[in-house]
């Protein structure tokens, strides 16, 4: 599977930066979406919390929430996206996952 897209993107909590590869055929490949951006600002997540990201794209939402909750699970209608959001979350350490 090629990415032929790549965007990254600086945590405001640390240093860390994510990467995210993504390729044609998924939405948003030249940049994050706004609406994405303002969730993962906005929602408060525990460690103890389990969280579902229905149509997970390429995976930028579960990535970033996963890192904050005790598990995530994303799902998209889409077999493409939901390879891209396993290999997001991979690429970028995430271990409490499933897609």
Known sequence: MDS???????SQQNEKVYIFQLADGL??????RDKELLLADELKIDDDDRVLV????????????GGKAD?????DTSVRACEFSRKNAEKNDLENYSV
């Open 54 to 65: 229905i149509q997970s794209n390429y995976g930028f939402l579960g990535v970033i929430l």
């Open 71 to 75: 598990k995530v699970v994303m799902f």
């Open 4 to 10: 032929q897209y790549q965007l990254k993107l600086k």
């Open 27 to 32: 939405n948003s490949k030249n940049s994050f």
